[in-house]
Nanobody, 125 residues
C-alpha cells in the first residue's frame, strides 16, 4: 500500500523558516512527480509547489514564489519543501501528493493519485 508521510510542521513566528519532508513507500518514487498543497480552515485546498520526477522542473504558486523551494532526493524516496520568510497567511495543513504526470509537474489536485495525511504549519504574527 502506497504511503506518503509528511513531517516537519509546527509553530513558527512570522519571518521564520520550516522544512517539510514527505517520505514515500511502496511506490517507484523516481517515476512520480511530487506536489505540495495546503488547506487552511474554511478554504479550498490550494497548490503550493511541484517537482518533476528528476528534479529538473519545478512549479510554484505565485504566493510562495521566491520564499519556498521544493526539492527531492530519489535515493531517499523523499521530497522536501523549504519554507522561508513565513507569513501568517501560510498557516495551513500541508499535504504532499504523487502524480504520474511528466514535466511540467501538475498544479491541480485531480492529477495526483496518492496523498499524505498532512502536517500542520502555524505561523504566528
Amino acid at each position: 500500500q502506497v504511503q506518503l508521510v509528511e513531517s516537519g510542521g509546527g509553530l513558527v513566528q512570522a519571518g521564520g523558516s520550516l522544512r517539510l519532508s514527505c517520505a514515500a513507500s511502496e511506490i517507484t518514487f523516481s517515476r512520480y512527480a511530487m506536489g505540495w498543497f495546503r488547506q487552511a480552515p474554511g478554504k479550498e485546498r490550494e497548490f503550493v509547489a511541484a517537482i518533476n520526477w528528476s528534479g529538473s522542473s519545478t512549479v510554484y504558486a505565485d504566493s510562495v514564489k521566491g520564499r519556498f523551494t521544493v526539492s527531492r532526493d530519489n535515493a531517499k524516496n523523499t521530497v522536501y519543501l523549504q519554507m522561508n520568510s513565513l507569513k501568517p497567511e501560510d498557516t495551513a495543513v500541508y499535504y504532499c501528493a504523487a502524480s504520474r504526470r511528466g514535466a511540467p509537474p501538475p498544479a491541480t489536485p485531480y492529477e495526483y493519485t496518492y496523498w499524505g495525511q498532512g502536517t500542520q504549519v502555524t505561523v504566528s504574527s
